[in-house]
């Protein structure tokens, strides 16, 4: 018995529309998909599915509470949508988000007479620096020897969450409770509070202009437009004279600092220590964000701000109905699924071959 071969054939010029529709309908599905769950969990889908919105945008509290999750949400999806514009598969903004974390940390506990103003403003270089230096590795090991960026980026996550785990377990232990997280960081290197009675921080204001910069640099600026060139056809690039391994690397020290503000920002504005567990995952969330935004800037900012709700809202369904909030990971990964799917259909169509 033989089975039919098909070969994926190059659109000639796939519609407008359809790459606008193409995260919607990302969205759509993945809710079909967690619909199924939920039934077969036993629960009604729609009442699980208004209290996710209600309970992100239903309430002056939700709402906060879902700003101050888009607020590193937005950090990491710029980090990784910079760095995929220039084909740097930046898989590691988790682990540059615990470098920023880390090196705020160390100057925050530093607690020197400062202005807070100059405090802060040194906590968000540190942090910057820090996100840079961790992802300069792999971005010089690409650039220049061709290693896989996936397979580096990725496992230094895992190096640089371990030493954050060892340090905290050892000389940053607090030594009044004992358990493995830094003293507190001094009160003039916090981040200030935006509005009364919520957890909405400076952090915000960092990420908007983070967004506004990766904008004005990609659509206006000699470098972007080397960074989208390298990104397109890296061998044309350098035939028109860009030095590709240059911009391959100064992109990647660029995206892995925004993703190190995304540590600044959960240390000195939401937990004013350093843990193990400074993030839940948010430098892999930014994948998604990045996909779901089709690397644009304004896009990956909506993208953020909808997993935010679904994050914040997830809680509040699961004491409402008893669904768990894991059901936000599984809209997040088969959000990602669909989206690679219909992103590959949209350059490609299938074609049997006779």
């Not at 230096?133 to 090991?141: E, Q, V, Y």
């Not at 190096?159 to 340090?167: E, L, P, R």
């Not at 939401?270 to 948010?282: A, K, Q």
Request: proline fraction near 5%.
């Amino acid at each position: 018995m033989r089975f039919p071969k098909f070969r994926l054939e190059k659109r000639p010029s796939p519609p407008t529309w359809l790459r606008i529709a193409i995260p919607f309908i990302a969205i759509g599905i993945s809710f079909l998909f967690s619909a199924i769950i939920i039934l077969l969990a036993g629960r009604n889908p729609i009442s699980a599915f208004y209290a996710i919105f209600y309970g992100a945008l239903g309430t002056r509290l939700g709402f906060m509470e879902t700003l101050v999750k888009a607020t590193p949400l937005i950090l990491t999806g710029i980090a990784v949508s910079l760095a995929f514009t220039a084909k740097f598969w930046n898989i590691g903004a988790e682990g540059q988000l615990y470098a920023g974390a880390l090196a705020a940390t160390w100057l925050g506990i530093s607690h020197f007479s400062l202005p807070s103003p100059i405090y802060i403003f040194l906590m968000i270089v540190v942090g910057f620096i820090a996100g840079s230096l961790w992802a300069l590795i792999p971005g010089f090991l690409k650039a220049r020897f061709k290693v896989d960026d996936v397979v580096t980026t990725l496992l230094m996550n895992y190096i640089m969450i371990y030493m954050v785990s060892a340090i905290l377990e050892g000389p940053w232990r607090d030594p009044v409770t004992s358990w493995p997280q830094s003293i507190m960081i001094a009160k003039n290197a916090e981040y200030p509070k935006l509005f009364a009675r919520s957890r909405v921080h400076f952090g915000l204001i960092v990420s908007i202009i983070a967004i506004i910069v990766v904008y004005v640099i990609i659509k206006h600026t000699k470098l972007g437009f080397r960074i989208r060139a390298t990104g397109a056809n890296a061998k044309a690039a350098y035939f028109l004279g860009i030095n590709t391994i240059k911009t391959i690397i100064l992109t990647a020290v660029i995206s892995g600092g925004i993703a190190g503000l995304a540590g600044v920002g959960e240390v000195a504005g939401l937990h004013f220590h350093l843990t193990e567990n400074i993030s839940p995952g948010y430098g892999y969330s930014g994948i998604v964000i990045a996909m779901l935004g089709g690397l644009h800037p304004i896009g990956v900012m909506l993208a953020a701000f909808f997993f935010g709700i679904i994050i914040t809202g997830a809680e509040y369904m699961s004491r409402a109905t008893g669904v768990t909030s894991f059901i936000a990971d599984v809209i997040q990964g088969i959000t990602l699924l669909v989206m690679l799917a219909m992103l590959l259909l949209y350059e490609y169509r299938i074609r049997r071959v006779e």
